[in-house]
């Protein structure tokens, strides 16, 4: 499979895009997924993709650009070739502390979707752990934004997931037809990585990805994102995840 992607995001702390670029067309990456702080020089990042052979498929997107500034949003898309924007996050001091609250959250991204549906994007969300944080109802945030907003896609973070104390696997299979991508990463053993802030690489870690990676697959996700937030060494991160990725698909074909 050609798929997988990267996090460019992984490799934020390193200076030369060129030199991301070029470590992760030797690796093997066809794919990469962009997030706000590179847009900023988009025909540079677009010559620069070109130059190495990626293509970018998936880019995150700041809510305030998307909400205030779509224009903007679908024109960097439009650019850059890609066929889904996804919103990745919010600040503490935006997210609700209801049920209604995260419900209307949802129908605020529902809202951003038509926008981009009807200019040819799909659009989806990106989930961290705190949207597993129970509500005072018992609710879970999660469910609400997809309550609210029925049209929107899902890019699953499995690792934060994890962190956030519910088992991905449910979740793949509850809401299947909703995952328009992955977040392919793992979290290292207690006590390990603590300069890595407890991440591991993907496949190298402590998550059961041999057992979740069939319900990965069962999903219509069309992108699959290698992402570490914060790798000390980025060469070692990228090849091993690809390597790894690459040997679950042969377990998974035999």
Known sequence: MNEF????YSARNTKSLDEVFALLHQAGYQQVEGYGGLYGQLDELKSLLEKHQLTMPTGHFDLTMLENNIQQALYIAKTLHMHTII???????QRPNSAQGWFE??????AIREKTIN???????HN???????LADGSLPMSLILEGGPNIKWEMDVSWV??????????LTM??????AVHLKDIAPEGECQDEDGWADFTHGTLPWRDWWPVVRSTPANAFVMEHDNPNDLSRFANRALRGAQALVKGATV
Request: proline share 9%; hydrophobic share 35%; net charge negative.
């Open 5 to 8: 992607s990267f996090q460019l």
């Open 87 to 93: 919103c990745p996050f919010i600040m503490p001091d």
């Open 105 to 110: 959250f949802g129908q605020r991204l529902e």
């Open 119 to 125: 200019a040819g994007f799909e659009f989806g969300w």
């Open 128 to 134: 961290h752990n705190f949207e597993f944080e129970p």
């Open 162 to 171: 994890v962190r956030g104390g519910q088992d991905p696997a449910k979740w």
């Open 175 to 180: 809401y299947r037809d909703r995952i328009c």
